[in-house]
């Protein structure tokens, strides 16, 4: 029987994909910047075969996070793992919905709702019709050499123990001093790699996160790949990230306008 949290028809294709020696791109945090999305899966140059799995956080604080979610559901390449902001937007829009203020007004349901339509009512509307998508997106992805959850895991539980709020909201995987997973690289997003001196850790000076501790056959432990599209100091160099799991190639867009409103 096929656990709730995944999805092994998912699984199998990403499997299969790599074992074909075709690329499977992980996408870090959009947050609803589809244009800049779109520009980074043109740099791709997806063939047939290859693929797209997002680590989740497909919408909120950007633009057009409708965009975003039509151009992952609507592609036979491009597939995507759940994040913390589509657990925000179901507790606020679904079935006895609650906290929609934090969603709306904290941390960018507003810009996900006005993607949505013209009036308010239609915005709404329009929105709950994504959660039966949202909703089934599974929290974590596990391949023979790669395992990617949203945010990473706890450090403190054993990996297969973890709940859905482990993987979507913890920030302890860059903290880790050993391999969580001894045979998967993690592959995470949800926590900046700029704001990691915010925990101790020593920030990348450009591209994606690669945890210093080391797997078995010398391949950093995790990967993190948010690199802060949301970040509105244009020092922190905005943009969205794409690493290929079969070569371990790093692909990015920096923000259109790095001066926020």
């Known amino acids: 029987m096929e656990p709730p949290h995944r999805n092994q028809g998912l699984e199998k294709a990403l499997q299969d994909a790599l074992d074909k020696g075709f690329s499977v791109w992980a996408v870090g945090d959009i947050h609803g910047y589809r244009e800049e999305f779109e520009i980074l899966l043109g740099k791709l140059e997806l063939t047939q075969g290859d693929m797209v799995i997002c680590v989740g956080d497909l919408i909120d604080r950007g633009p057009d996070s409708h ?3 039509s151009i992952v559901s609507e592609s036979e390449q491009i597939f995507s793992i759940k994040g913390n ?8 829009l679904g079935e006895g919905a609650r906290r929609q203020d934090f969603w709306i007004d904290k941390v960018g349901g507003r810009a996900t709702l006005d993607s949505m339509g013209r009036s308010e009512q239609e915005k709404r509307e329009n929105a709950r019709l994504w959660l039966n998508y949202t909703d089934s997106l599974p929290t974590e992805v596990i391949l023979d050499r790669f395992r990617l959850a949203h945010s990473g895991y706890r450090a403190d539980t054993p990996i297969d123990d973890q709940s859905d709020e482990d993987r979507l909201k913890s920030r302890e995987v860059f903290l880790a001093t050993s391999p ?6 993690i592959i995470a997003g949800h926590t900046p790699v700029q704001m990691l ?3 101790d850790v020593d920030p ?4 994606i996160w690669r945890s210093p501790v080391l797997l078995e056959d010398d391949r950093p432990s995790a990967v993190l790949l948010d690199t802060g599209i949301v970040l509105r100091d244009p020092e922190h160099r905005p943009r969205i990230s794409a690493y290929d799991l079969q070569t371990g190639h790093v692909e990015e867009v920096h923000r259109i306008n790095q001066i926020l409103p």
């Open 197 to 199: 001196s915010n925990f």
């Open 85 to 92: 902001h589509e657990l925000l937007m179901s507790i606020a």
């Open 180 to 185: 969580l997973d001894p045979r998967r690289q």
């Open 67 to 69: 965009g975003v979610l």
């Open 204 to 207: 990348p000076e450009g591209g």
